[in-house]
């Protein structure tokens, strides 16, 4: 059964995850809580900090080199945001309702450089805000880990930040929902509308854990992405194969809708592949 394998929300962007076994689609067709806070210039004015098109910088894995160094956890039950320096096991907390002042100051020192840690309504910090969750399948993480040495499929999904996991499905299953005339998917009543491949920075390149990064990845990854593709995908829809997992819409009407761990993917057109 092609279902929900793994769900993720990124609570201040370029952090860590968070694993959550239910999640609520909010009033922008994006996860709950998903990059609700990120790190930005202080000087961004304050006014536009509910504007889905604003053009301020956000510093994130590709600015910050050393994010490996950091391992957070968030809980949102508590507005608490755990860091933890994995070489000196330095530990500090901050609430995030109180004490953002606090962890901007914290992360300025972090990052050497003036940053504010901000907060943010729906869309929140994503990077595209008119547009949903990220998705991709076990298949392909498999597959793409098998690629690298270095790699494993946890590293995998670590290195590429995806929303959903959907598991019972062969590698690259979401790709087959790219092209002019894009079919869907439904979820719990959820209607997922595949806009785009995701093209990739430079972030999955670094083990998350050492910041170490795999020589040439880029080149290597772009050529077996290409001599990987699947006959059954529409290659026009890829300006270059340094991609890797889909990014989706919800349509409004799936809006307060929620999705969880297991829910069944439900396809339209249910052709085998």
């Known amino acids: ?34 990059r609700e806070y990120a790190l930005l210039d202080p000087e961004t004015d304050d006014s536009i900090e509910d504007r889905v098109d604003s053009v301020e910088k956000t510093y994130n894995g590709k600015e910050i080199d050393t994010l490996h160094e950091l391992e957070s956890t968030y809980d949102p039950e508590t507005n608490v945001l755990t860091l933890r320096m994995r070489e000196t096991d330095e530990t500090r907390q901050f609430d995030l309702e109180t004490d953002r002042e606090a962890a901007s100051e914290w992360f300025t020192e972090f990052v050497d450089e003036p940053v504010a840690l901000r907060r943010r309504g729906p869309p929140s910090f994503i990077d595209r805000p008119k547009l949903g969750p990220s998705i991709i399948s076990t298949g392909t993480l498999e ?34 929902f790219l092209g002019d005339d894009p079919s869907g998917f439904a979820i719990n009543g959820v209607r997922f509308e595949v806009v785009e491949a995701c093209a990739r920075c430079v972030v999955p390149s670094r083990d998350p ?25 529409d290659r026009d829809a890829f300006e270059h194969f340094f991609t890797v997992m889909v990014i989706t819409s919800v349509p409004n009407s799936s809006y307060g809708g929620t999705v969880g761990v297991g829910d069944e993917v439900e396809v339209a057109d249910a052709a085998e592949l």
């Not at 929900?4 to 929300?9: D, F, G, H, K, R």
């Not at 909010?26 to 809580?33: E, I, K, P, Q, S």
């Not at 910041?211 to 001599?227: L, M, P, S």
């Not at 990987?228 to 995908?233: C, F, I, K, M, N």
């Open 1 to 34: 059964m092609t279902h929900i394998e793994n769900l993720w929300v990124y609570p201040v962007k370029g952090l860590d995850r968070t694993s959550v076994d239910e999640i609520r689609i909010n009033d922008a067709g994006t996860f709950l809580g998903d």
């Open 143 to 176: 597959e793409v880990a098998s690629w690298f040495d270095s790699m494993t499929v946890e590293g995998a999904r670590r290195r590429f930040r995806p929303n959903v996991e959907i598991g019972g499905v062969p590698p690259f299953w979401e790709d087959r």
């Open 209 to 233: 854990d050492t910041g170490q990064a795999i020589e040439r990845f880029q080149e290597r990854f772009a050529r077996r992405r290409e001599e990987t593709l699947p006959e059954w995908v």
